[in-house]
């Protein structure tokens, strides 16, 4: 079937200890889910988490033991990246 523009590619991660990839298609996330974490924001630590979803082009692959650099818009002046444990 011909797009008007192409269709972007399907985000995948490494399986470790396998060839095969893993297709990722939601982003599942939750906020403010510990204490310190919660203070850092400026709340008190007491307050309910929340969730939210990123999109699966979001995911920065990254091969243990090495490094990637993140793009992001040059005007940015507070910039604040998150680590995030993944699930599958």
């Known amino acids: 079937m011909p797009y008007v523009i192409a269709p972007p590619a ?3 991660l490494p399986v470790v200890g396998c060839a095969d990839r893993f297709p990722v298609r939601r982003i599942y ?3 403010r ?7 850092e924001m400026g709340f008190s630590g007491r307050e309910a988490p929340f969730f939210f ?5 979001a995911v920065v692959p990254c091969a243990l ?4 650099e993140m793009a992001y818009p040059p005007a940015t002046t507070n ?3 998150e680590v995030e444990l993944v699930v599958a």
């Open 79 to 81: 910039l604040h990246h």
């Open 29 to 31: 996330c939750v906020g």
């Open 65 to 68: 033991g090495e490094t990637v």
């Open 53 to 57: 979803m990123k999109p699966a082009d």
């Open 10 to 12: 399907i985000v995948s």
């Open 33 to 39: 889910n510990y204490v310190e974490h919660a203070q």
